[in-house]
């Protein structure tokens, strides 16, 4: 069993920062693949950034303002997101895949207003 806990969500303003982190927690040894993904409002849940033992990649609209990173000594997932858009809000969920299994975090809420 894995468990996720995020944390950082939080309102800002169009331009602005805000670092997203996940805590990651039991049997973790295996976990190849961790990342992120959102659900604005309305919308469908979508991928956000990904990272594995050997690179990271981004949906396009993140690409140059978004950086995900992984320590692993912490055990903790982080997204650094910068100049913000008002269409990077939505809940921010932590995502774990482990022998073929999804992991995810509770959620947490990101506002960015215009």
């Known amino acids: 069993q894995v468990q996720l806990v995020e944390s950082g969500g939080g309102v800002v303003q169009a331009g602005g920062s805000l670092k997203l982190s996940c805590a990651y927690s039991g049997d973790v040894v295996n976990i190849h693949i961790m990342g992120w993904y959102r659900q604005a409002p309305g919308k469908t849940q979508e991928p956000v950034a990904f990272i594995s033992r050997i690179n990271s990649n981004y949906v396009d609209s993140v690409k140059g303002r978004f950086t995900i990173s992984r320590d692993n000594a912490k055990k903790t997932l982080s997204l650094q997101m910068s100049d913000m858009k008002p269409e990077d809000t939505g809940v921010y969920y932590c995502?774990?895949?482990?022998?073929?299994?999804?992991?995810w975090g509770q959620g947490t809420q990101v506002t960015v207003s215009s």
């Open positions: 995502y774990g895949q482990q022998s073929g299994i999804a992991y």
